[in-house]
């Protein structure tokens, strides 16, 4: 009679090397360890991207304020 045989399973090859996976898993897990950093001036979850933690709003309004200053310093003088 006719039996049935199953096709032989191919060999899947990753397509991210194991070293670069690992690497990237530990860089995740060491992020979630982090303690949320707090906005100086209003309390809000900051983004660590500065050595000043400001909220991206307060980060906002800074930069504002600075374009503000930077436009009225020539009529000063």
Do not use: F, H, Y
């Amino acid at each position: 009679m006719n039996e049935m045989k199953r096709k032989p399973q191919t060999k899947i090859e990753p397509v991210i090397p194991a070293d670069l996976l690992e690497q990237a898993k530990r860089s995740i897990s060491a992020d979630l360890l982090k303690k949320p950093t707090r906005c100086s001036v209003c309390g809000a979850d900051a983004s660590g991207a500065d050595e000043e933690p400001l909220c991206w709003v307060c980060r906002r309004l800074k930069i504002s304020a600075w374009k503000d200053i930077e436009q009225q310093m020539p009529a000063q003088e």
